[in-house]
């Protein structure tokens, strides 16, 4: 009986892994190892890795290995242990952060391997030995593409919170509220797992704000609610555009008399001062305190 029983359970976790892979579409299957403890560490590393449709992670406790299916044309391995090292687990490629490590429960707190965190565009030096030089030629072709994609859905939530700042400027709340709803677009557009690890962090903590703010701003043609909003949403994309690559210098730009004279900031991809909480009334008070290159 006994016998039986472990066949129908190998035969049940076939059929599973079959269905798995059945789901997926254009699916790739690989392993890495991913470092933990215990049955908590499985569910959390499962949990952040799964995608429906897109990628199953199934990590072992006893072999810290995990088999990881996914579809090869919506994600890749890379994307996929990123989101796992956000959550507190290394891996032999992705180093956590330490806040995420230092949050996990004491039973999932692994000893950590000393080691170096891989960025994304880097090409570590087991592929440079193991391939050709036309392989590593191609390779170094294929990491600008990589790095084009994730400036792109950035550049579009940059580019829209400008054209609402250059609203603000006029104290157009039409247009303002029109390109805070494209700038919404604009983020519900993004890719979580396109971005850099730098830009990814930032973006998961902030996201919430950041939706909140553009919402505001749309759902209203009054300048003065605008410009209250406009307040957070500017931390909020300051962050983030420090932590992203640009072609050109963006400046952040502080003014005194706003926020009832608390002072607030905003940015501009021009030096000249244009307040926005103002407009014409006061359009050149402030002045330049970053330029984030």
């Known amino acids: 009986m006994k016998s039986i029983s472990k066949i129908l359970v190998a035969i049940t976790v076939l059929l599973s892994f079959t269905s798995c892979n059945a789901q997926i579409k254009n699916a790739k299957t690989e392993t890495v ?41 919506k994600t890749n391995q890379d994307a996929i242990l990123k989101r796992i090292a956000l959550s507190g687990y290394d891996s032999d490629k992705f180093l956590a952060p330490d806040n995420a490590y230092s949050k996990l429960p ?20 087991a592929n440079k030995s193991e391939h050709s030089e036309m392989t590593n030629h191609e390779n170094h072709n294929e990491t600008p593409k990589v790095e084009v994609q994730e400036a792109n859905q950035l550049k579009a939530v ?32 993004v890719k979580m797992e396109k971005l850099s690890m730098d830009e990814h962090m930032v973006w998961m ?7 909140e703010d553009a919402e505001h701003i749309s759902d209203t043609k009054d300048a003065g609610h605008q410009r209250d909003h406009f307040i957070t949403l500017s931390i909020s994309i300051y962050k983030l555009i420090k932590v992203s690559k640009q072609d050109t210098p963006t400046y ?31 359009l050149s008070c402030g002045k330049t305190i970053e330029t984030i290159k």
Request: proline fraction near 2%; glycine fraction near 6%.
């Open 33 to 73: 190892k991913i470092y933990g403890n215990c049955g908590m560490c499985e569910k959390a590393i499962e949990k952040a890795g799964n995608l429906k449709k897109i990628a199953k992670v199934d990590w072992n406790v006893d072999t810290k290995m995990a088999t990881i299916t996914y579809d090869s044309k």
């Open 106 to 125: 004491g039973c999932c707190q692994y000893d950590r391997v000393a080691k170096v965190s891989v960025k994304v565009d880097a090409i570590s030096g």
């Open 205 to 211: 903590k902030e996201l919430s704000n950041l939706k």
């Open 252 to 282: 952040l730009q502080h003014c005194p008399m706003a926020n009832d004279g608390k002072g607030a900031d905003w940015l501009s991809k021009e030096n000249t001062v244009k307040n926005p909480y103002y407009g014409s009334m006061m």
């Open 158 to 189: 940059f580019d829209n919170y400008f054209a609402v700042k250059d609203a603000l400027v006029k104290t157009d709340g039409n247009t303002a509220s029109t390109k805070a709803k494209e700038l919404l677009s604009a983020i519900n557009a």
